[in-house]
């Protein structure tokens, strides 16, 4: 067996390793969410919050996907609804004041609040969210 062999079945071996590993180790009666628990994924419409999204719903969250710009937004949303998940859209840019207060109020008036919040450890946070 040859080194390109050997390294790509170390490879696939690797990726059987990680695909265990992303299992979820809880069983029904451990699990402290549910599809009542709400999960808001700022920037979700692409990337690493667009994954993120897909595996806090795959897990059986409810999932608000944000993105500045709607239309990008409600197409990544769509792409996951599609896929049977139950993923939310609402227009949130957290560096204006208007729309993390409009998004505030709606989350407010449709959930109660939320249980859970991702944002890019980029964005500058100093009160980007006021909930």
């Known amino acids: 067996m040859g080194s390109k062999e050997r390294a790509k079945e170390r490879r ?16 029904d009666h451990q699990r402290w969410w549910s599809s009542e628990t709400i999960a808001v994924v700022t920037g979700a419409n692409r990337g690493i919050g667009f994954e993120i999204t897909r595996q806090l719903a ?11 710009d709607s239309n990008v937004g409600l197409e990544a949303a ?10 939310v859209f609402h227009q949130l840019d957290v560096l ?3 729309s993390r207060k409009q998004f505030s109020e ?3 008036q449709n959930y ?3 249980d859970i919040l991702l944002t890019r450890p980029a964005a500058p946070f100093l009160s980007c969210i006021s909930l």
Do not use: A
Not at 13 to 22: A, D, G, Y
Not at 58 to 68: A, C, D, F, K
Not at 78 to 87: A, I
């Open 106 to 108: 709606w989350l407010q």
């Open 96 to 98: 204006d004041h208007l």
């Open 112 to 114: 109660g609040g939320l």
């Open 58 to 68: 795959t897990h059986g969250l409810t999932v608000i996907l944000t993105s500045r």
């Open 78 to 87: 769509r792409v996951l609804q599609e896929g049977g998940l139950n993923v």
């Open 12 to 27: 696939e071996k690797r990726m059987q390793e990680i695909s265990l590993l992303r299992t979820i180790p809880y069983s």
